[in-house]
């Protein structure tokens, strides 16, 4: 059984994990501590989380935000008026930039995504100039991303069938061992792991579960495939898995691995 990915509406990406990236985008720039003044090169942009961030806590001199999405980079543009940020439709190994140009190469929840990994990291690295710094992260998906944890583990033990879906099995990737071992391949050097995390709390189930009802993404869209009585048995599932409150609310843990490496 295959599961498509479709990253491709700015509002849906929004509701449903843009909330999360924010929270983790802030979290990756306090690690990577960059000084001010540089210029940042982010790919898979999405909706635009990881470059606000940088024009709001990295003081950069400009960001060129890529992404393979029209959709995304027309949400981002029209989020984000900055006049050190330029938009362009592109990928890690179609990057809209001259060789040598990037000071600061990022990518924030996006390598996973990508069918060649060290390919990407080894045209990125082209992008950047000599002694530059990348750095990326992805979702501990198959450990601490509870959001998506709990959801998935739900699924399984409704339909063990849909196991293969689990982004925590479809990506061995977002695991330190191996995002070391692919950016080594890749030539990076001085690579150094580490772990980031984020909270959030939720008012209630709803403020949880509505987002996984617009349809974008692999867990929303297991979501949209399932009928009325699935679904329903599903949420109550979910729901009683969840660490709820005596007041409806509760608290979730993301964990992303991070990475940052020179060229």
Known sequence: MNMPDPWVAGQPYELFMGRWSRLIARAFLRWLSPPPALHWLDIGCGTGALSEAILAHASPASVLAVDPSEGFIAFARHRLSDPRITFRVGDALN?????NATQVAVSGLVLNFIPEPVTALRAIRGALQPDGLMALYVWDYSGKMEMLRYFWDSV????????????????????????QQVCEQAGLRHIEVNGLEAAMTFADFADYWLPFLGGQGPAPGYVAGLGVTDRAVLEQHVRGALPIREDGSFTLVARAWAVRAKV
């Not at 990057?95 to 060789?99: I, V």
């Open 95 to 99: 990057l809209p930039t001259e060789s």
């Open 156 to 179: 399984v033990a409704l339909d063990p069938h849909a196991h293969a879906l689990d982004e925590g099995v479809r990506f061995p990737i977002c695991q330190p061992d191996v995002l």
